[in-house]
């Protein structure tokens, strides 16, 4: 039921009604903290996107680089885009070592 409820609240909220419960899911990584994710980056709100942009940069995996990937080219703000590309770049070299 927690769980449930952080992600509800990354999903329904905008700003930072959003960011505890993005960051929570990012330390517990439930099976659908990428899904939620996902969804968090289509958000219209820069803010929503920079935090998911943030936590997935802590997480190493696959999925995690796969996600960034996808949402490099959708990504309109260019300080969203550059931390994109950062955190692409750093995943990789996690994966290399």
Not at 37 to 41: C, H, K, T, V
């Given at each position: 039921a927690?769980?449930?409820?952080?992600v509800?609240g990354?999903?329904a909220?905008?700003?930072l009604d959003v960011?505890?419960?993005l960051?929570i899911?990012s330390?517990i990584?439930p099976?659908?903290t990428?899904?939620v994710?996902?969804?968090?980056?289509k958000?219209?709100?820069p803010l929503?996107?920079?935090?998911?942009?943030?936590?997935?940069g802590?997480?190493?995996?696959?999925?995690?680089?796969?996600?960034?990937q996808?949402?490099?080219?959708?990504e309109r703000d260019?300080?969203?885009?550059?931390l994109?590309e950062?955190?692409i770049?750093?995943l990789r070299?996690?994966e290399?070592?």
């Open positions: 927690a769980i449930e409820r952080f509800n990354a999903t909220g905008r700003g960011k505890p419960h960051w899911l330390y990584l099976p659908q990428m899904e994710f996902r969804i968090a980056l958000s219209s709100d929503v996107r920079k935090t998911v942009v943030t936590h997935l802590r997480i190493p995996g696959g999925d995690t680089l796969q996600l960034l996808e949402h490099q080219t959708d260019p300080e969203i885009r550059q994109v950062a955190n770049s750093r070299k996690r290399t070592v």
